[in-house]
């Protein structure tokens, strides 16, 4: 469910529209945009404050076959609820490995290499300090 | 005093009409995208979002473009915005010690595990005007090296382990909310944290600056500056624990302050603290440096009377919302304000003149 929260909509709804396969569904609560208060902590270790709100869109479905899908995912995209709650249901039925081969590893995929991409560049402003030699060693 | 003015309807509406006009400006440039300024303005973007109090880069990107690039007004579009979100709940605390860096540095220790990593900075750009980007040209992608997998652990857990720098006392109680209570005095630091978050860049930049040219000055080093990205969770009750929802990008300063020690504590560093939504390095720093001059009596210091340490100044008017509201208003009709004061400055007047000439005669 994180990694459906936190994909990019238009990976995410690619993805889904690639797979093809909308199952028959019915709301349990359509989806609706509200907002999560981020908390922080004190010197990175302490007591909790707010440090201000971000978006997030919600829903719940349950598929014909009974299974109940919850879908919270950052920002407004009521579409990228719907489809995360799908996803999420169909990981409980058959279709377990097909969701986990053909959405959820290439998300991951995705988000490890833009991750990876971000962190070597971080890498390469790394400062290497050297020390000029002075006097008699 | 606020009278119900009739009229003016006609040059309302044309008066929209021609900001929409002005805001798109000629016609012969193209339009700005809303995915334009959100890639491009990022840092315009962050303070909105920042001070906006609320994470959402297409949004605070679609406030600049309405506010034809008027941080505070795109600001105000915010704030007025998620005044419309219902709440579905607060995250799980932050853990900024797992941050995903782009940038890590620290003033204090050059060999400090996980290295000074400079990022995407400004910093030692010789600030000449680059004419290069008047014209339209492709940029070289950015060098790679191998990426770290380590923990980048926080610098000051480093001081701790020596039992020299103060302890943040841990708790989980839920800290107040400005956005739910209003402020009141004397304030926690939870709530003096949450204001200055949110605060006016350039007035708790102004503050900070107070301290170091002497008013409360705390001797601060930027003990550790690093932005990147974290996992936000939050405890959804439909399924009874914690989940990720989402990714945001942060700043966080925490500045080591030379401390003699006081009536109450023993000679050691002391800390300020300053997490901002997005890259905003600045007003990261500038709000540890208030922070810790807020926190005077909490360290047993003196009341100098300077502006840094009062609270209740602070707090009052870092909220650039709320001062441009009531700056603003007084260019609103005032007409039967005006109207009374303008008999009264009459009267006065004619009473004092006559005065006068009886004087003389």
Redesign the interface.
Known sequence: MGLLARSKDADLLGLWRTYGDTPAFTWLRSPETGGVMVRGRMGGSGASFNVGEMTVTRCSLSLAEGQVGHAYVQGRSKSKAEAAALIDALMQTAATDAVRSAILNPLAALESEARNTRARKAAATKVDFFTLARGED | MYVAVKGGERAIENAHGWLAEERRGDTDVAELTVPQIREQLKLAVNRV??EG????P??AALAIKQSRGDLIEAIFLIRAY?TT??????????E??KM????RISATF??APG??????TFDYTHRLLDFKLAAEEDVPS????????AATP?I??FLQGEDIIQR????????????REPLSFPAG???R??SL??GDEGFVLGVAYSTQRGYARNHAFVGELRIGRV??E?E?P??GFA??????E?T?C?TVNQFKGSKTEPPQFT?G?G???GQSERKAIAMALVDRALRWEELGEDNVGAVAQDEEFVLSHADNIQATGFLEHIKLPHYVDFQSELELVRKLRREATGKMQEAAE
């Open positions: 979002m920042a109090s609320l994470y959402d297409d949004l998620r979100l219902p709440r579905f709940g607060a995250s799980v605390p932050v900024t010690g995903a860096c782009d940038r050059k060999d290295g000074q990593v400079l990022g995407p950015a060098a790679e090296a191998e990426a770290r997998t926080h000051t857990s943040e006392p841990v708790s989980d109680d839920a800290p107040g909310d400005l956005t630091r939870d709530v944290l949450q978050a949110r996992a936000v939050m959804v439909e399924l989940i990720d929802i989402g990714e945001i942060l966080e925490e800390r603290y997490l901002i939504f």
